[in-house]
């Protein structure tokens, strides 16, 4: 299994450009969710979809920020405009299992630097 | 609501000693508790689990944690620290929204284990 596979790995861009940073979950996992993470918040949960379907937004920090899953196995999470307070350690996270406490597998992540 | 907190956002240890990590919670309702490590340019990756009957609990690469609702603590222990332990451990919490709902996964800020020869 290649487990939770992100791109890009790394990200710098400027101030006010578009940011889409991409995610594909592992196969058969029905929950996917998008995190960040800063030294001054730790990890904060965004966004979660069950069955490419959005559960609870309430995490994402303004209207800048958009998620979405087309399908099963694949899904973006985007920024615009970008502002340099989003520079962060985005990660994606899916779990499968019918276990609501199955363990959440995480992607290595993709660091955003907004100049 | 529920929430972690681990005490002491960094933890030096030589090699050979016993790692301590400390998680204390916070749950209105039973709370189902994880650890899991981060190391560098990496994600999380899961370390153990407790859900519900025996309180100690034991995971992979040596670690092992101990839930005691007395406490509300969920502490991590290692008995003998190797290099290679060195990274960041987070404490998370959940319960059970019913059925298989998904439990919000709450972490703690995290404790950075340094791990000196």
């Known amino acids: 299994d290649a487990g939770v596979i992100q791109s890009p790995r790394h990200e710098v861009t400027e101030m006010g450009q578009e940011v889409t940073l991409r995610c594909k979950p592992i196969?058969?996992?029905?929950?996917l969710f998008w995190y960040r993470q800063t030294m001054m918040r730790g990890l904060e949960l965004l966004i979660y979809?069950?069955?490419?379907?959005?559960?609870?937004d309430s995490g994402m920090p303004e209207d800048r920020f958009s998620a979405k899953m087309p399908n099963a196995s694949f899904s973006t999470l985007k920024i615009q405009p970008s502002e340099p307070r989003d520079s962060a350690v985005y990660f994606c996270?899916?779990?499968?299992?019918?276990?609501?406490?199955?363990?959440?597998?995480f992607g290595n992540g993709t660091r955003l630097t907004v100049t | 609501a529920q929430s972690v907190t681990q005490l002491g956002s960094h933890v030096s240890v030589s090699e050979g000693a016993l790692v301590l990590l400390r998680c204390n919670y916070s749950?209105?309702?039973?709370?189902?508790l994880f650890w899991y490590v981060q190391y560098p340019n990496q994600g999380l990756q899961l370390l153990l689990k407790?859900?519900?009957?025996?309180?100690l609990v034991k995971g992979i690469n040596g670690f092992e944690a101990e839930f005691k609702k007395s406490e509300t603590s969920f502490h991590l222990t290692k008995p003998s620290a190797h290099m290679s332990d060195a990274a960041e451990y987070f404490c998370a919490v959940t319960f059970n929204a019913g059925g298989t709902s998904y439990g919000k996964l709450t972490f703690g800020q995290g404790t950075i284990l340094t791990v000196h020869p």
């Open positions: 407790y859900t519900t009957g025996a309180t």
């Open positions: 196969s058969g996992h029905d929950y």
């Open positions: 996270a899916s779990r499968g299992g019918t276990a609501f406490n199955s363990p959440l597998h």
């Open positions: 749950s209105s309702v039973p709370p189902y």
């Open positions: 979809f069950n069955n490419n379907v959005p559960i609870d």
